[in-house]
């Protein structure tokens, strides 16, 4: 079975973290998983081609609601006002940096 998250915190005025159930623990800076977003409005589905303007997220954008969908990924609600990604738990262990 896949790693799943166990806890996810804010880990920093900027950074949130996410302990996985294999033990691993990974950390976010927030903009740059806002600038991620994989969602059809921000990335070109057909490509994966970046869409979303990078300069036109807040530098303090943050995640004002987590949720968990399914048993594969996390939706989140940005303060920016964006709330139509999907991040795989698979994606978000890809883009997260190891702190274990």
């Not at 294999?22 to 927030?30: H, I, Q, S």
């Amino acid at each position: 079975m896949a790693a799943v998250p166990s806890r996810i915190f804010q880990a920093g005025p900027r950074t949130l973290a996410i302990a996985w159930s294999d033990g691993r623990e990974t950390r976010y800076a927030v903009r740059d998983l806002r600038i991620a977003c994989p969602c059809a409005t921000c990335r070109d589905e057909m490509t994966g081609e970046r869409i979303l303007d990078p300069t036109r997220v807040p530098e303090d954008v943050r995640p004002v609601n987590l949720h968990s969908v399914g048993n594969y990924g996390l939706k989140i609600r940005w303060s920016d006002g964006h709330d139509t990604g999907i991040y795989s738990y698979d994606r978000l262990r890809e883009l997260g940096t190891d702190t274990t």
